[in-house]
């Protein structure tokens, strides 16, 4: 099994920035489709931003040209990093590994959710 911490939450005002970082217990992200994930209160859990294996990137329209998904293999860490913020980004945010595209839009991920990390966007 896996384990995923993630980090970098906090409350910012809006049009500030957040990076969020999340390391994983073993290689993972060479193998696999990794995503970030936000679940509002009394929402459902979405899939935010995926990186694939050779780079390639995914975005949900809402965050499209505020978000940047990347990883570094060596450090077992993908990162989010988040600008632009507003309050519809606040959220607990979350990151996991899928087999591929479509499994990891739908949330079929491969391991269990970690603690995640409260984003709060608020003036």
């Known amino acids: 099994q896996v384990q995923f911490v993630e980090s970098g939450g906090g409350l910012v005002q809006p049009g500030g920035s957040l990076r969020l970082s999340c390391t994983a217990s073993r290689r993972v992200f060479s193998l696999y489709l990794m995503g970030w994930y936000r679940q509002a209160p009394g929402k459902q859990r979405e899939l935010v931003a995926g990186?694939?294996?050779?780079?390639?990137?995914d975005y949900v329209d809402s965050v499209k040209g505020r978000f940047t998904i990347y990883r570094d293999n060596s450090k077992n860490t993908v990162y989010l990093q988040m600008n632009s913020l507003n309050p519809e980004d606040t959220a607990v945010y979350y990151c996991?590994?899928?087999?591929?595209?479509?499994?990891?839009?739908?949330?079929?991920?491969?391991?269990?959710w970690g603690q995640g990390t409260q984003v709060t966007v608020s003036s």
């Open positions: 990186i694939s294996s050779d780079g390639n990137t």
């Open positions: 996991n590994a899928a087999a591929d595209l479509v499994t990891l839009r739908i949330g079929s991920v491969k391991y269990f």
